[in-house]
């Protein structure tokens, strides 16, 4: 069972920026990608950007040009670095490990935080 925690969450003004951090508890296969999720009040969850097994990287529009993500090489730690920040990028931020396809199904089998909140005030 592969242990997943996220840490950096907290509370920023808009145009601020914060950094999270996701480390998986062991070695996870070659063929896992790592990626970034995100769930505000009333709505679904939603993807954020990931790291596929092959290194290739992807965003969801809503934070293109604002967010990077990021994974230290041979270690299972991932980052996202968000800046100018926006108030309607309040959510609690999940990272999540498993097969590619978990990015486009997150309800496919893979492991998951348990969430890190970021409020960002206008």
Same mark, same amino acid.
């Given at each position: 069972?592969?242990?997943?925690? +996220?840490?950096? $969450?907290? @509370?920023?003004? !808009? $145009? $601020? @920026?914060?950094?999270?951090?996701?480390?998986?508890?062991?070695?996870?296969?070659?063929?896992?990608?790592?990626? =970034?999720?995100?769930? !505000? %009040? $009333?709505?679904?969850? +939603? #993807?954020? !950007?990931? &790291?596929?097994?092959?290194?290739?990287?992807?965003?969801?529009? %809503?934070? /293109? #040009?604002?967010?990077?993500?990021? /994974?230290?090489?041979?270690?299972?730690?991932?980052?996202?670095?968000?800046?100018?920040?926006?108030? +309607?990028? *309040?959510? &609690?931020?999940?990272? !999540?490990?498993? %097969?590619?396809?978990?990015?486009?199904? %997150?309800?496919?089998?893979?492991? =998951?935080? +348990? #969430? *890190?909140?970021?409020?960002?005030?206008?």
């Amino acid at each position: 069972q592969v242990q997943v925690s +996220e840490s950096g $969450g907290g @509370s920023v003004q !808009a $145009g $601020g @920026s914060l950094r999270l951090s996701c480390v998986a508890s062991e070695h996870t296969y070659s063929g896992y990608c790592m990626a =970034w999720f995100r769930q !505000a %009040p $009333g709505k679904k969850r +939603e #993807g954020v !950007a990931v &790291v596929r097994s092959d290194g290739r990287i992807s965003y969801e529009d %809503p934070v /293109k #040009g604002r967010f990077t993500v990021s /994974k230290e090489n041979g270690k299972n730690i991932l980052y996202l670095q968000m800046n100018n920040l926006k108030p +309607e990028d *309040t959510a &609690v931020y999940y990272c !999540a490990v498993g %097969p590619d396809r978990l990015w486009d199904y %997150p309800r496919s089998p893979g492991f =998951w935080g +348990e #969430g *890190t909140q970021v409020t960002v005030s206008s």
